[in-house]
């Protein structure tokens, strides 16, 4: 029966596809420019300015009523289109039409387009303008053909056996009462628009030759045609009751536009501007249109080059056919950002949506994301967000995510809305037709809660967004029955709806990580990328605390360079699936942070020195407290208090300081100011001290090397592998050798560098080193260098154990130059535990070790921050890193996730010199404390200022050892800082600002809803909660 289907609708097309060029009234030439130049069509161009600009001039007379003026062109790739220079419309592979007749009024009009050569998705166009003309239809008789299509596709997608028997029948009946002229002259000129048939003719050996088009309308097939359609009309309504209405799906038009992917972020401007001037008009023509839109910095990028065009979008948002969604500055990637900058995303995006639209948003909009942290939910809450809607785990390769509307529980008990619709083809990229209407419908699986779906209309990824076909029938497929009804809504509205329906707590929950089965790469692909935004991200915050700890007035730039940040956080950014011209871009960019930040933190101190020479100050930037260690490019004799610092050439050329004893450490955001007694006491390059402390100590063997210290034996073999001993816990740290270097042919089938394939795993290969051998060897330090070479590829580790360390750090050095490589560090410990944990900047998480369940086969590469750990009751062994996020525990095997040199589109993904280190740590009974706060240091260093620095006038003193602190800002003369728990405890944490205030408050990251606190004898004291984020400020 449903081949039968199928037969008929095939038939119904084509009958149809014939009265498309009796549609046409006439056509009109237009004489086109390039820029100056007068052309004739066809014209190839070849400006290396882009983009190539083209003009004409038209005047029409006002039209009858039911006649409509179109531009349809091609210009030779995606086309701006203005008019009388005004931002208007776009023809690209989806919008070949823009419609004018608001313009046919008698006047004289220009028209200009900008085009560049590209397609939708950033392949190269023929620059060829093949086509300019403007075209003029029968509205009405387009619409009745509009109106029988969306009835025929009705029959194809319609589970309902008797509604497509009664519409097939009804549609025979009234399409053949149509007649057209069927001589052979009439149908030779309307191949032109007839396309089913044109495709077939002009498919034989010696095709006919197809005249120009020209004005076929005539006023018998008009009246033919329009007293069919009213036919059909008479007859679907009159079967309303017999096939009523089946649930509701709301609309709203969509254009989801990747900051930058396949093309760079300057095309996207263009591309955001050719969308959004074709949803204004399409806005302003159908007066119940919605459309929503992310991204605060797209406003951002309109509102700086189209000021005009921003506003008409403020003007819709007023009158509610605009919605400005998710309250992000982009659509970030939600894997690698600290919990930070996720804030700083619904912070700065929060606030430009108030200020620009007088409103916070409610949905969180990140359809396209590859995956949601655990901390996530609490970050939605505390912006103002109720509801979160994403389409991505539709996407999974192994298991369905259960739910399509649950509640979602994040990592400190904060519960959000969370949304799937189920648009399996089309996804975010829907259209306004029966396919995708009925189909969306079908395949919401949680009908005993609601009636209720929701469902995006629109062209993405620069494709324009919907088109005035999908408008047209929306109103076409309110009169068909027996399918679910259509209605425009807003994403807030939509979830206001469904609140009538349910209460949340109704609602199945889901309890943890949003976990995408797919692009498990992304956590890896651009690691140099990865690793400078990290950097960037503790260069932004320890720039925010020097300027409130000295009380300066630096907050709005910082602000700016914020915004660079998470721009580059785009989930096509830094995940690493762009192409190579976008990471050309954000590489600069975020060093330009760096740098800037350094003038800055530089600008900051020089203007609060009580003294330029003969003294050295350190900040502490961590969270906890740390002891007097750190490398220098010259050598000085140093003390503190009195106590003289120990000195050590280290292998590349620096110098390594360190305060022995005595423990003597740095307070967490702290100073410690170091006497230089004498400046010029500069060491002989080769010189070296030698160590003499028997109880740290190295030698040499036939396997390889043997370093011990007071707590560690460590035996660094000759393939560069490593055994760790802890004298005190008298555990060995893996089952034979750790630190293996495995090397994987990764050839996925799809996602180049987004995905690793499992079965990669088959393709090992443990790579051995070509040396081992000493390079510093003092009573501070033993450091041994280990080399790797693999056809051209360089790998250099150098592993470095201190006099007094409990870890053994790995610093690595890789000049990469393979292709579709994956490289991981393998450490098979000596540990039985059934999971393990991995930190999430908010907190941890926990995950199996096995792979009981399909749901735990398919996290085999996951996400972690600055640590992994695997414990049993007595013994554990941490992995802390300094910049990387691909993690695998399989077993007792951890694995951490160092290159991934994929092909597409960035073809030298991962190519070329990069660095990153490394700790291995052993510990008894698992305190998560401990290896929150080893972390901590591992990555925020102590800082290094010249000269003598006066008492910063904002210090805090932050009771706890549980709690990292996020940021610290000063805006006017507020002083807020933003505190995170890190362990799973709760408690009474208490602070002690240094300076005077008057009251302290709780608030949300928007810093709007208030908590009084209590201040007592100069301190204020938080009752807190396990993972719980705190935004305090004092004032």
Sequence with gaps: MYRKRQIECSRFYKLLDELMPYCVVKVEELSWKHNTKSINLPYEWNDMSYPAVFSTEFQIKPSENSHVCYLRGWFGGESLVRIDGKPFGEI?????????????DGEKH???????????FGTKSEPVFSEGFLIFYDADMLGAVRFFRNVVEVVQESADEGLATFLIDSLDKCLHTIEIPRDTENYLHGLNRNESAKHIVSSVWEPPIIPTLYRMWRKDVRESLLNAYKELISKLLNASIRFPMIGKVYLAGHAHIDYAWLWPVEETKRKIVRTFANAVQLAK???????IQSSAQMYEDLKESYPELFEQIKDLVNKGQWEPVGGMWVESDCNIPSVESLIRQFYYGQKFFEEHFGRFSKVAWLPDVFGFSWVLPQVLKESGIEFFVTTKLNWNESNDFPYDICKWRGIDGTEVVYYNYKNLEEGYNGRISAKSIINTWQNFRQKELTDKVFLTFGYGDGGGGPTEEMCENYYALKEIPGIPDVEYSTAENFFEKLKEDFSAENLPTWDGELYLELHRGTLTS???TKRLHKIAEEYLRITEILNALYDGELQQEIDKLWKILLRNEFHDILPGSAIHEVYETTNNELSYIISRCKELQESTVSGNKASSSGYITLFNTSSFEQGIEFELERSLELDFNGKPLRKAR???GKYFYKLIGDDVFIEPLGFATLNVDNLDNVRNPNESIPSNNTTFMISRNERGYHVENMHLKVDIFNDGSLQIYNKHLRKSAFKGKGNLMALYKDVPAYWDNWDIDYRSRFSEKILKADDVSVVEDNELRKVLKATYSVEGSVVEQFFIIGNDNEEVVIRTFVDWHQRRTVLKVKFPTNVLSRIAKFDIDGGYIERATHRNTNFEKARFEVLAHRWVDIS???FGVSIINDGKYGHSVEGSTIELTVLKAGIYPDFYNDEGKQEFSYAIYLHGTCDVKDIVQRADKFNKR??????????????LDIKSDNFKVLSYRKIGEKKIVRICEQVGSSGELEVVPKFLFSKAYLTDILENAKKDLEVCGGSVKIEYEPFKIYTLVIE
Excluded: A, W
């Design 92 to 104: 690209n592979e989806y919008h070949r039409e823009v419609n004018l007749t608001q313009f046919c």
């Design 110 to 120: 220009e028209i200009i387009v900008e085009t560049m050569p590209r397609g939708l």
């Design 285 to 291: 023509r159908y007066k119940d249109f919605v459309f």
């Design 526 to 528: 651009q690691s140099r």
């Design 650 to 652: 280290t292998y590349d």
């Design 872 to 874: 049993q009751y007595d």
């Design 942 to 955: 102590i800082i290094i200022f010249e000269g003598l620095l006066s008492q910063p006038k904002n210090l």
